[in-house]
Protein backbone atom coordinates (compact mmCIF):
# COMPACT_ATOMS: atom_id res chain seq x y z
CA UNK A 1 0.00 0.00 0.00
CA UNK A 2 0.91 3.31 -0.69
CA UNK A 3 2.55 6.58 1.23
CA UNK A 4 -1.20 7.98 -0.06
CA UNK A 5 -3.69 5.69 0.91
CA UNK A 6 -2.06 5.84 4.39
CA UNK A 7 -2.17 9.70 4.30
CA UNK A 8 -6.23 8.75 2.86
CA UNK A 9 -7.13 6.19 5.10
CA UNK A 10 -5.93 8.31 8.31
CA UNK A 11 -8.54 11.24 7.13
CA UNK A 12 -11.08 8.94 7.01
CA UNK A 13 -10.45 7.87 10.31
CA UNK A 14 -9.38 11.15 11.38
CA UNK A 15 -12.47 13.06 10.29
CA UNK A 16 -15.08 10.30 11.45
CA UNK A 17 -13.64 10.27 14.81
CA UNK A 18 -13.98 14.36 15.13
CA UNK A 19 -17.47 14.45 14.20
CA UNK A 20 -17.88 11.51 16.66
CA UNK A 21 -16.00 13.41 19.45
CA UNK A 22 -18.10 16.49 19.10
CA UNK A 23 -21.65 14.48 19.65
CA UNK A 24 -20.28 12.68 22.46
CA UNK A 25 -18.55 16.27 24.10
CA UNK A 26 -19.46 16.75 27.80
CA UNK A 27 -22.16 19.95 27.93
CA UNK A 28 -19.25 21.89 29.94
CA UNK A 29 -17.28 22.11 26.65
CA UNK A 30 -19.71 23.50 24.26
CA UNK A 31 -21.14 26.05 26.98
CA UNK A 32 -17.33 27.34 27.26
CA UNK A 33 -18.18 30.88 24.78
CA UNK A 34 -14.33 30.74 23.45
CA UNK A 35 -15.17 27.01 21.95
CA UNK A 36 -18.25 28.93 20.53
CA UNK A 37 -16.20 31.54 19.07
CA UNK A 38 -13.54 29.54 17.23
CA UNK A 39 -15.77 27.08 16.16
CA UNK A 40 -17.92 29.99 14.03
CA UNK A 41 -14.40 31.78 13.07
CA UNK A 42 -12.32 28.40 11.90
CA UNK A 43 -13.57 27.67 8.86
CA UNK A 44 -13.38 31.07 7.88
CA UNK A 45 -10.11 31.58 7.49
CA UNK A 46 -9.48 28.05 7.33
CA UNK A 47 -11.74 28.14 3.45
CA UNK A 48 -10.18 31.70 2.40
CA UNK A 49 -6.54 30.34 2.73
CA UNK A 50 -7.43 27.35 0.40
CA UNK A 51 -8.97 29.44 -1.85
CA UNK A 52 -5.78 32.03 -2.20
CA UNK A 53 -3.37 28.66 -1.77
CA UNK A 54 -4.97 26.60 -4.33
CA UNK A 55 -5.56 29.46 -6.93
CA UNK A 56 -1.86 31.44 -6.34
CA UNK A 57 0.50 28.34 -5.36
CA UNK A 58 1.91 25.81 -7.50
CA UNK A 59 4.08 23.82 -5.01
CA UNK A 60 6.12 26.69 -2.69
CA UNK A 61 5.83 29.15 -5.29
CA UNK A 62 3.32 31.89 -6.27
CA UNK A 63 2.05 32.64 -9.25
CA UNK A 64 -0.72 34.18 -11.34
CA UNK A 65 -2.25 32.29 -13.39
CA UNK A 66 -4.53 34.05 -15.49
CA UNK A 67 -7.25 31.84 -16.74
CA UNK A 68 -7.64 30.24 -13.75
CA UNK A 69 -7.91 33.83 -11.30
CA UNK A 70 -10.31 35.47 -14.20
CA UNK A 71 -12.25 32.03 -13.56
CA UNK A 72 -12.62 32.58 -10.08
CA UNK A 73 -13.74 35.82 -11.13
CA UNK A 74 -16.38 34.74 -12.98
CA UNK A 75 -17.55 32.99 -9.84
CA UNK A 76 -17.62 36.34 -7.89
CA UNK A 77 -19.72 37.77 -10.56
CA UNK A 78 -22.27 34.90 -10.28
CA UNK A 79 -22.20 35.28 -6.78
CA UNK A 80 -23.24 38.47 -7.38
CA UNK A 81 -26.01 37.87 -9.38
CA UNK A 82 -27.34 35.46 -6.66
CA UNK A 83 -26.67 32.19 -9.53
CA UNK A 84 -27.21 29.28 -7.70
CA UNK A 85 -24.57 26.92 -6.75
CA UNK A 86 -24.18 24.92 -9.82
CA UNK A 87 -23.74 27.83 -12.11
CA UNK A 88 -20.96 29.81 -10.03
CA UNK A 89 -19.26 26.47 -10.41
CA UNK A 90 -19.92 26.37 -14.35
CA UNK A 91 -18.88 29.69 -14.58
CA UNK A 92 -15.65 29.47 -13.25
CA UNK A 93 -14.51 25.91 -15.26
CA UNK A 94 -15.94 27.32 -18.57
CA UNK A 95 -14.06 30.65 -18.19
CA UNK A 96 -11.09 28.97 -17.38
CA UNK A 97 -11.46 26.49 -19.79
CA UNK A 98 -11.82 28.98 -22.71
CA UNK A 99 -9.28 30.86 -21.84
CA UNK A 100 -7.05 28.37 -21.76
CA UNK A 101 -8.35 27.29 -25.20
CA UNK A 102 -8.02 30.88 -26.75
CA UNK A 103 -4.51 31.50 -25.51
CA UNK A 104 -3.83 27.57 -26.82
CA UNK B 1 -45.03 18.27 14.84
CA UNK B 2 -47.02 20.65 11.84
CA UNK B 3 -47.27 19.17 8.64
CA UNK B 4 -45.88 22.14 7.08
CA UNK B 5 -42.84 22.78 9.01
CA UNK B 6 -42.39 18.80 8.36
CA UNK B 7 -42.56 19.08 4.57
CA UNK B 8 -40.53 22.27 4.54
CA UNK B 9 -37.47 20.72 6.27
CA UNK B 10 -37.48 17.51 3.75
CA UNK B 11 -37.72 20.03 0.82
CA UNK B 12 -34.88 22.29 2.43
CA UNK B 13 -32.90 18.93 2.85
CA UNK B 14 -33.27 17.78 -0.49
CA UNK B 15 -32.57 20.73 -2.20
CA UNK B 16 -29.13 21.25 -0.23
CA UNK B 17 -28.35 17.40 -0.43
CA UNK B 18 -29.09 16.80 -4.44
CA UNK B 19 -27.33 20.43 -5.16
CA UNK B 20 -24.39 20.19 -3.17
CA UNK B 21 -24.33 16.49 -3.53
CA UNK B 22 -23.64 17.37 -7.16
CA UNK B 23 -20.47 19.01 -6.49
CA UNK B 24 -19.29 15.04 -5.88
CA UNK B 25 -18.59 15.65 -9.30
CA UNK B 26 -16.22 18.68 -8.95
CA UNK B 27 -14.43 16.65 -6.45
CA UNK B 28 -13.71 13.55 -8.33
CA UNK B 29 -12.68 15.71 -10.87
CA UNK B 30 -9.80 17.55 -8.54
CA UNK B 31 -9.19 14.36 -6.76
CA UNK B 32 -7.72 12.56 -10.22
CA UNK B 33 -6.24 15.92 -11.84
CA UNK B 34 -4.58 15.70 -8.53
CA UNK B 35 -2.86 12.31 -9.08
CA UNK B 36 -5.24 10.31 -6.55
CA UNK B 37 -6.56 7.15 -7.92
CA UNK B 38 -10.56 6.43 -8.68
CA UNK B 39 -10.72 4.30 -5.34
CA UNK B 40 -8.79 6.68 -3.35
CA UNK B 41 -11.32 9.73 -4.29
CA UNK B 42 -13.88 6.87 -3.57
CA UNK B 43 -12.41 5.83 -0.31
CA UNK B 44 -12.67 9.65 1.07
CA UNK B 45 -16.46 10.26 0.01
CA UNK B 46 -17.91 7.34 1.56
CA UNK B 47 -15.79 7.52 4.82
CA UNK B 48 -14.44 11.18 5.33
CA UNK B 49 -17.50 12.61 4.06
CA UNK B 50 -16.79 16.34 4.15
CA UNK B 51 -15.96 18.10 1.41
CA UNK B 52 -13.54 21.05 2.43
CA UNK B 53 -11.31 18.34 4.05
CA UNK B 54 -11.45 16.06 1.06
CA UNK B 55 -10.50 18.93 -1.48
CA UNK B 56 -7.61 20.09 0.58
CA UNK B 57 -6.39 16.06 1.13
CA UNK B 58 -5.86 16.60 -2.98
CA UNK B 59 -4.60 20.06 -2.83
CA UNK B 60 -1.62 18.55 -1.40
CA UNK B 61 -1.51 15.73 -3.30
CA UNK B 62 -1.24 17.84 -6.52
CA UNK B 63 1.10 20.34 -4.90
CA UNK B 64 3.25 17.21 -4.07
CA UNK B 65 3.77 18.67 -0.92
CA UNK B 66 3.95 16.29 2.27
CA UNK B 67 1.35 13.98 2.91
CA UNK B 68 1.65 14.35 6.69
CA UNK B 69 1.08 18.48 6.28
CA UNK B 70 -2.23 17.45 3.65
CA UNK B 71 -3.53 14.64 6.66
CA UNK B 72 -3.03 17.34 9.27
CA UNK B 73 -4.73 19.90 7.07
CA UNK B 74 -7.14 17.67 6.55
CA UNK B 75 -8.30 17.21 10.15
CA UNK B 76 -7.98 20.74 11.21
CA UNK B 77 -10.54 21.45 8.28
CA UNK B 78 -12.25 18.43 10.09
CA UNK B 79 -12.38 20.00 13.52
CA UNK B 80 -15.25 22.19 12.75
CA UNK B 81 -17.74 19.15 12.59
CA UNK B 82 -16.64 18.14 15.75
CA UNK B 83 -17.47 21.77 16.74
CA UNK B 84 -21.14 21.19 14.59
CA UNK B 85 -21.58 18.00 16.95
CA UNK B 86 -21.07 19.65 20.17
CA UNK B 87 -24.17 21.96 18.76
CA UNK B 88 -25.85 19.05 17.40
CA UNK B 89 -25.85 17.12 20.04
CA UNK B 90 -28.84 18.61 21.97
CA UNK B 91 -30.75 19.22 18.98
CA UNK B 92 -30.57 15.35 17.52
CA UNK B 93 -30.51 13.86 21.23
CA UNK B 94 -28.24 10.82 20.19
CA UNK B 95 -25.86 9.46 23.01
CA UNK B 96 -24.06 6.01 22.94
CA UNK B 97 -24.59 3.31 20.33
CA UNK B 98 -26.99 5.36 17.72
CA UNK B 99 -24.45 8.24 17.73
CA UNK B 100 -22.38 5.98 15.63
CA UNK B 101 -24.17 6.22 12.52
CA UNK B 102 -25.68 10.06 12.92
CA UNK B 103 -22.09 11.39 13.29
CA UNK B 104 -20.69 10.46 10.02
CA UNK B 105 -23.45 12.99 8.86
CA UNK B 106 -22.38 16.09 11.40
CA UNK B 107 -21.13 18.31 8.75
CA UNK B 108 -21.56 22.03 7.10
CA UNK B 109 -24.64 21.51 5.03
CA UNK B 110 -26.97 19.33 7.55
CA UNK B 111 -25.76 21.40 10.89
CA UNK B 112 -26.58 24.53 8.36
CA UNK B 113 -30.28 23.15 7.74
CA UNK B 114 -30.92 21.14 10.84
CA UNK B 115 -30.81 24.64 12.65
CA UNK B 116 -32.52 26.57 9.81
CA UNK B 117 -36.06 25.16 11.28
CA UNK B 118 -38.40 26.21 13.80
CA UNK B 119 -38.82 23.47 16.16
CA UNK B 120 -37.18 20.33 17.20
CA UNK B 121 -38.94 17.52 15.11
CA UNK B 122 -37.98 19.66 12.19
CA UNK B 123 -34.86 20.15 13.16
CA UNK B 124 -33.70 15.96 12.70
CA UNK B 125 -36.10 15.21 9.79
CA UNK B 126 -34.49 18.07 8.00
CA UNK B 127 -30.88 16.85 8.89
CA UNK B 128 -31.78 13.50 8.62
CA UNK B 129 -32.70 14.13 4.67
CA UNK B 130 -29.70 16.21 4.02
CA UNK B 131 -27.55 13.78 5.46
CA UNK B 132 -29.06 10.50 3.02
CA UNK B 133 -29.65 12.95 0.19
CA UNK B 134 -25.95 14.21 0.04
CA UNK B 135 -24.28 11.45 1.45
CA UNK B 136 -26.01 9.29 -2.20
CA UNK B 137 -25.64 12.21 -4.41
CA UNK B 138 -22.20 12.98 -3.27
CA UNK B 139 -20.84 9.54 -3.37
CA UNK B 140 -22.39 8.95 -7.20
CA UNK B 141 -20.97 12.46 -8.41
CA UNK B 142 -17.63 11.09 -6.94
CA UNK B 143 -17.34 8.22 -8.48
CA UNK B 144 -19.20 10.14 -11.94
CA UNK B 145 -16.43 12.51 -11.75
CA UNK B 146 -13.31 11.05 -10.94
CA UNK B 147 -13.86 7.64 -13.03
CA UNK B 148 -14.90 10.37 -16.02
CA UNK B 149 -11.73 12.60 -15.24
CA UNK B 150 -9.22 9.70 -15.55
CA UNK B 151 -10.61 9.29 -19.14
CA UNK B 152 -10.01 12.68 -19.84
CA UNK B 153 -6.18 13.60 -21.25
CA UNK B 154 -6.02 17.02 -19.86
CA UNK B 155 -8.50 17.75 -16.82
CA UNK B 156 -6.99 21.59 -16.79
CA UNK B 157 -7.84 22.07 -20.55
CA UNK B 158 -12.04 21.73 -18.65
CA UNK B 159 -10.91 24.46 -16.14
CA UNK B 160 -11.82 21.87 -13.71
CA UNK B 161 -8.51 23.09 -11.56
CA UNK B 162 -10.85 26.69 -10.62
CA UNK B 163 -13.82 24.11 -9.19
CA UNK B 164 -12.39 23.31 -5.65
CA UNK B 165 -11.86 27.11 -5.15
CA UNK B 166 -14.99 27.64 -6.74
CA UNK B 167 -16.86 25.53 -4.23
CA UNK B 168 -15.18 27.70 -1.27
CA UNK B 169 -16.08 30.85 -2.57
CA UNK B 170 -19.65 29.85 -2.94
CA UNK B 171 -19.58 28.42 0.20
CA UNK B 172 -18.35 31.85 2.20
CA UNK B 173 -19.99 33.61 0.65
CA UNK B 174 -23.04 34.54 2.53
CA UNK B 175 -21.16 34.58 5.41
CA UNK B 176 -18.75 36.92 4.28
CA UNK B 177 -21.26 39.88 2.35
CA UNK B 178 -23.84 40.95 5.37
CA UNK B 179 -23.36 44.55 6.51
CA UNK B 180 -23.52 43.74 10.03
CA UNK B 181 -20.73 43.77 12.64
CA UNK B 182 -20.14 39.73 11.87
CA UNK B 183 -19.57 39.52 8.71
CA UNK B 184 -17.08 42.58 8.81
CA UNK B 185 -15.11 40.39 11.44
CA UNK B 186 -15.80 37.38 9.42
CA UNK B 187 -13.91 39.33 5.87
CA UNK B 188 -11.16 40.21 8.14
CA UNK B 189 -10.70 36.70 9.37
CA UNK B 190 -11.30 35.67 5.33
CA UNK B 191 -8.61 38.33 4.17
CA UNK B 192 -5.92 37.85 6.99
CA UNK B 193 -6.20 33.80 6.96
CA UNK B 194 -5.85 34.56 2.91
CA UNK B 195 -2.68 36.48 3.13
CA UNK B 196 -1.24 34.48 6.23
CA UNK B 197 -1.34 31.01 3.55
CA UNK B 198 0.13 33.32 0.70
CA UNK B 199 2.52 34.54 2.69
CA UNK B 200 3.86 31.15 3.94
CA UNK B 201 3.78 29.05 0.82
CA UNK B 202 7.27 29.95 0.05
CA UNK B 203 8.76 28.64 3.44
CA UNK B 204 6.94 25.90 4.49
CA UNK B 205 5.60 22.64 2.74
CA UNK B 206 2.21 22.21 0.25
CA UNK B 207 -0.28 21.70 3.21
CA UNK B 208 1.06 23.87 5.95
CA UNK B 209 0.36 27.58 4.89
CA UNK B 210 -3.52 26.28 5.46
CA UNK B 211 -3.01 24.90 9.14
CA UNK B 212 -0.75 28.20 9.78
CA UNK B 213 -4.05 30.80 8.59
CA UNK B 214 -5.98 29.83 11.74
CA UNK B 215 -3.67 32.06 13.59
CA UNK B 216 -5.53 34.66 11.83
CA UNK B 217 -8.57 33.63 14.17
CA UNK B 218 -6.58 33.83 16.95
CA UNK B 219 -5.40 37.37 16.49
CA UNK B 220 -9.01 38.16 16.12
CA UNK B 221 -10.15 36.57 19.26
CA UNK B 222 -7.45 38.31 21.24
CA UNK B 223 -8.34 41.43 19.59
CA UNK B 224 -11.07 41.31 20.72
CA UNK B 225 -11.33 39.97 24.49
CA UNK B 226 -8.61 42.77 25.15
Redesign the interface.
Known amino acids: MN??????????????A????????PRK??DHP??Q???A??????????????????????HLDW??TT??GA??VA?LLRA???V??TA???????L??LA? | MEKSTRSAAIRDGLGVGVAVGLAGLAFGATAVTSGLSVAQACALSLFAFTGASQFAMAGVVAGGGSLLAGTAGALLLGVRNGLYGLRMADLLGVRGRRALPIAHGVIDETTAVALAQPDRESARTGFLVTFVSLYLVWNLTTLIGSAGTSWVADPAALGLDVVGPATFLAILWPRLTGNDPQSRTLRLIAAGGAAVALAATPFTPPGVPVLVAATAVLAVILRRSR
Open positions: DVWWAVLATCAGCYLKLAGLSAVLGVRFALVPVALLAALIAVQTFAHGRSLPRGLAVLPFLVLAAVVTAARWA
